[in-house]
Every structure is written in structure tokens, then in C-alpha cells.
């Protein structure tokens, strides 16, 4: 696979060190565009991995109401082939209608805010039964790449595909990582943090003798920082020292309203307008994250001396 077709897998080990927010809020930010910060809308696929199924509910997605779901794609056998995926995603006027409709379920008053609707994102749920799927596959075919060949035939619909993973190296993530070509690591600003980031290193460096010789590390970025704290300024520091280029320069705070999104049925950047202090702030850090991944894609783009303009950019073209 070409590198600058970005697959991109949000992946560690650690659990609770932000891999959802993360893999949420850039796919709902990367989708939507910002122009003032220069940042343009794209097409973005988000495939939850993780049987939690927390992707779902980030959107105000009743886990009841999913009903085709990642372990049915991974799982189901006809013949050898595996079933189009299109089927089974979960499109931007679902997305929008359910964000809304969660918004007004906890707002008695007034009316959601004009922000609170998705265009270019489409999302591929997971739930509970997806933990079976790792005893399942495991006498499968191909049971390492069912993920990426499920993919390969819908793949060039979208500027980024975003895959949410769960906190183990098992068939699951396995199949993540065997499907993505880079991988974004959130790393939580705190001590054993630094321990789980040496494991995911070495599972990376495995994944690529073995399976996918093309995965890449694309950036870490620190989470839930809290600048008045030694302790995280150190594991900061230790990350940048040993993966000196790979470290984003945005680094997310520990935000109450980052914590209190999935709640309210929406990812943080469409929830809050982003602001320098209070309710956007979390908003904000989300935006510039989205931002400077926007930007090291372009630069490695140029680098390769490829063009590839947004798909929604193309199709607005087209139109006219
Ligand atoms: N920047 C942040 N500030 C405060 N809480 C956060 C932040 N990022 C994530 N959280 C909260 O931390 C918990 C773990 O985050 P989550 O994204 O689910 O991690 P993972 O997917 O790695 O298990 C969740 O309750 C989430 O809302
Ligand atoms: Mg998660």
C-alpha cells in the first residue's frame, strides 16, 4: 500500500490512555474541515475494532440499535468471500440524527447547536459480540487479514480510514494493524504509561517482520496532560527522547469537557466551538491535533510528489 494512502490504526496496549477520544475526535474533526484553520472537509471511514463498542456511543449511538457490526464483517463466511463492507457502515445522516437527538434527550430546552452534524464520516460499530470474533477467527482462514480485505475493495472512497482498537494484541488488533499502514499512539501523560509504550513499540516492530512490512509509526501524541505536574512533564520528555520526529507538538490536557462528551452523544470538536479557555477548550486541542495531522500528511504528500485533493473537494468539482 501506498504510504500516503492513510490507513491509520489508533493503537496501545495501556487502556484508558484516550485511544477512543482520540481515533473520534480526529476522524469527526479530519471530516468536517476547518477553514479558518485551514484545514479542509474529507472523507473519513471510522472502524471500531474495540468490543466495547464505545465509537457508537461517542455519536449518541444506542449500543442496541446497532445492528451490523464489525463481528459480523470479520466473521462471516460466504464461500471465501467476504461481504462488501458498505453495507454495514453507518452513514453521516444517522450520525447527524443521532448526535441530535442525544443532544435533545439531555437538553429539555432550546435546540442543538449547528455544529452537532457530520457531512463526510461514515462509522463501522462494534459491539459486545466482537469479543467472540477473536475465538472465532482463530480457526479461520486469513484469519490475520480479514480486516484488510474487507477493505481493499471500498478503500479508495475515502481520504483517511481511522481504526479504533482494543487495549490487547490480540486477532483484533492484530487485524487493525495488518490493515493499517501507519499507526498513531496516544500515550496518557503518566508513569506506567512509558512501560505500555515500550510494548506497543515491540508489537509494531513484529507486525512488520511478519505480517505488514508497510506499518509505519505516524505520531504519538501525549493525552490527559496536566502541566502543573512533574511526574507528567517527565513522561512527556521520555517520550520525545525516544521517539524524537514522531511526537505530535499539540498535547491534549486532562479536560473535564473531553471526559463529559461521549455523554452528552457527541465527539468534543463538534460539541463545543473551540475556544482558548472553558467549555472549547478541549474542542480547540482536538482542532490543532486534527490540524497538524492534516499538515504532516500533506508534507509527506509533497514529499512523495503526489497531489491527492480531498475527496469531497473532487466531488464538489465534479458537480459543478
Ligand atoms: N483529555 C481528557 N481529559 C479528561 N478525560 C479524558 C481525556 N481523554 C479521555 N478521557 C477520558 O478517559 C477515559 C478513557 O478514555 P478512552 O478514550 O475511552 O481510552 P481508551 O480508548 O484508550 O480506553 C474516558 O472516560 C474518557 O472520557
Ligand atoms: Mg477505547
Redesign the pocket.
Known amino acids: 500500500m501506498d504510504p500516503y494512502k492513510m490507513v491509520i490504526a489508533v493503537a496501545?496496549q495501556k487502556?484508558?490512555?484516550?485511544?477512543?477520544?482520540t481515533a473520534v475526535n480526529l476522524a469527526a474533526a479530519l471530516a468536517r474541515g476547518h477553514k479558518k484553520m485551514g484545514l479542509p472537509p474529507a472523507k473519513v471511514l471510522l472502524i471500531d475494532l474495540d468490543p466495547q463498542g464505545?465509537c457508537a456511543t461517542s455519536f449518541g449511538i444506542e449500543k442496541k440499535r446497532v445492528k451490523k457490526t464489525a463481528y459480523d464483517l470479520l466473521t462471516n463466511d460466504l464461500g471465501e468471500e467476504l461481504p462488501l463492507m458498505d453495507e454495514y457502515l453507518i452513514g453521516p445522516e444517522d450520525l447527524t440524527a443521532s448526535m441530535r437527538n442525544a443532544w435533545m434527550l439531555r437538553n429539555e430546552k432550546g435546540r442543538p447547536p449547528a455544529t452537532l452534524t457530520t457531512e463526510n464520516l461514515w462509522l463501522l460499530p462494534s459491539d459486545i459480540h466482537l469479543s467472540g470474533a477473536e475465538i472465532e477467527l482463530s480457526h479461520k482462514i486469513g484469519r490475520e487479514t480479514r480486516l484488510k480485505e474487507a477493505l481493499a475493495p471500498i478503500i479508495d472512497n475515502f481520504d483517511y480510514v481511522i481504526i479504533d482498537t482494543p487495549?490487547s494484541l490480540g486477532l483484533l488488533s492484530i487485524n487493525a494493524l495488518s490493515a493499517a499502514n501507519w499507526v498513531m499512539v496516544?500515550v496518557q501523560a503518566e508513569y506506567y504509561s512509558l512501560e505500555g509504550f515500550s510494548m506497543l513499540m515491540n508489537s509494531v516492530k513484529m507486525i512488520q517482520r511478519r505480517i505488514n512490512r508497510n506499518l509505519k509509526i505516524f505520531g504519538v501524541v501525549m493525552?490527559?496532560v496536566d502541566a502543573r505536574s512533574k511526574l507528567s512533564r517527565h513522561v512527556c520528555d521520555q517520550v520525545a527522547l525516544s521517539i524524537p520526529n514522531k511526537l505530535f507538538s499539540t498535547s491534549?490536557?486532562?479536560?473535564?469537557n473531553?471526559?463529559e462528551a461521549?455523554w452528552s452523544g457527541a465527539p468534543t470538536v463538534l460539541l463545543n466551538k473551540p475556544t482558548s479557555s472553558g467549555a472549547g477548550a478541549?474542542s480547540l486541542e482536538y482542532w490543532t491535533l486534527a490540524r497538524e495531522f492534516h499538515r504532516r500528511v500533506q508534507d509527506m504528500r509533497r514529499e512523495f510528489g503526489v497531489r491527492d485533493p480531498s475527496r469531497v473537494s473532487l466531488e464538489a468539482q465534479g458537480r459543478r
Open positions: 496501545n487502556g484508558g490512555c484516550a485511544k477512543t477520544t464505545n487495549p496516544p493525552t490527559m491534549i490536557r486532562r479536560l473535564v473531553v471526559a461521549p478541549g
